[in-house]
């Protein structure tokens, strides 16, 4: 399984794993930039993670949202 990781809705990674995802993200978040990470799963339903600026976390979203 990997993770792609976008930034303002642009993808820019991949990674194998949902940790290294969020860390290669992690240095956007001073920009303030849309976040999201997805699953690139093809056993299950894609599922979608976005960074809460107001929650300071990764929050699980509903499949589809880039």
């Known amino acids: 399984m990997g993770y792609l990781v976008y930034i303002d809705g642009n993808e820019a990674w991949c990674a194998s794993s949902l940790r290294a995802a969020q ?3 992690e240095g956007f ?3 303030l ?4 990470i997805v699953s690139d799963n093809e056993l299950n ?3 979608v993670w976005i960074y809460d600026y107001r929650a ?3 929050v699980e979203q509903a499949g589809g949202a880039t």
């Not at 930039?33 to 999201?36: A, D, G, I, Q, R």
């Open 33 to 36: 930039k849309k976040l999201t």
């Open 56 to 58: 300071l976390q990764w």
């Open 23 to 25: 860390l290669l993200a």
């Open 29 to 31: 978040i001073c920009d």
């Open 45 to 47: 339903a894609e599922r």
